[in-house]
């Protein structure tokens, strides 16, 4: 159920509707934006009227939310999510880049990816301390050790940080440090992991899993905003296909297709969604085209010896040019970069 509130409609008013939806059985969720409150209520699956809430004082207008999903719903907030992380925003007019290697090596490396990443342009910097690997013999990641000097970089360029959490035990740990929380692939439909995310007031990046349709990506991100966390941006980073040429198949239709269906911001992650250094740029280009409201790139100073991911990670050239590409075609559509 989602109730539109009149403009200027007081808090009085806005109170009592909420009352009458929790006498209704609806756990309530309010969305204030610049003209109206919006209330969206998660609840009831019996019929009811609509007009019982239509005609209480204040009330614009009434609407049953028909899509599994409710509170990520487009319709919950129809002018979009804009998440400000320190000065920040992300899901507004402006492209904001999050970019650096896969994984946090040494102190070197990550103070090189540092001021890489910054001098191109990126506001986030990448780097996972806790690396999920398909073998267990390779590199797992330094751990907190490779947050405090990831923390360290960031700070000397005042970029904001990005890092995976693996498992509702790693929360205290990666919000000391980190200001985005990452869910990997892997855990998207981790809804223990998900269930910890929504009590928590950090802002999350949860990515598409490797074989996931869009409204499963939605109702996972429904699972934080249930629980109260309603700062989530969704990432496409490609889905698992029959095609064998790139390492997954990035789905540039999943941006215009999520923009349409939810408020939440959207970024493209094309390092993952190709697993090819030579085709990482193409993608980017194309997803801020299609409407992504950022990118997630992996770079690193020499990464063809880089400890994961090398082969899908740009030179530090590659992703100035890469910069300076997705500034124009920012430009084109009517955003800033």
Sequence with gaps: MLVVMQEGASETQIENVIDRLVEMGFTVHRSTGVRHTVLGGVGPKDDFDPAELEVLEGVKE???????????????????????I??????????????????IESAQQIEKAA????????????GGAFKPRSSPYSFQGLGEQGLELLRKAADRRE????????????????????DILQVGARNMQNFNLLRELG??????LLKRGIAATIEELLLSAEYMMSGGNYEIMLCERGIRTFETSTRNTMDIAAMPVLKRLTHLPVIADPSHGTGRREYVVPMAR?????GADGLLVEVHHDPDHAWSDGAQTLRPDQFAEMMQQVRAIAGAIGRAA
């Design 115 to 126: 001021d890489i990443v910054a001098s191109a342009g990126a506001r986030v910097i990448r």
């Design 199 to 204: 009590k928590i007031r950090k802002p999350v």
């Design 159 to 178: 970029l904001l940080v990005i890092s995976e959490v693996m498992d509702q035990t790693q929360i205290p740990l990666l919000a000391q440090y980190s």
């Design 286 to 290: 194309a997803s801020v085209a299609a």
């Design 62 to 84: 009434c609407h049953r939310i028909v899509s599994a999903y409710k509170l990520a719903s487009r319709h919950f907030r129809p002018g979009g999510t804009v998440i400000n």
């Design 86 to 103: 320190r000065g920040v925003d992300i899901g507004g007019p402006t492209l904001v880049c999050m970019a650096g290697p896969c994984s």
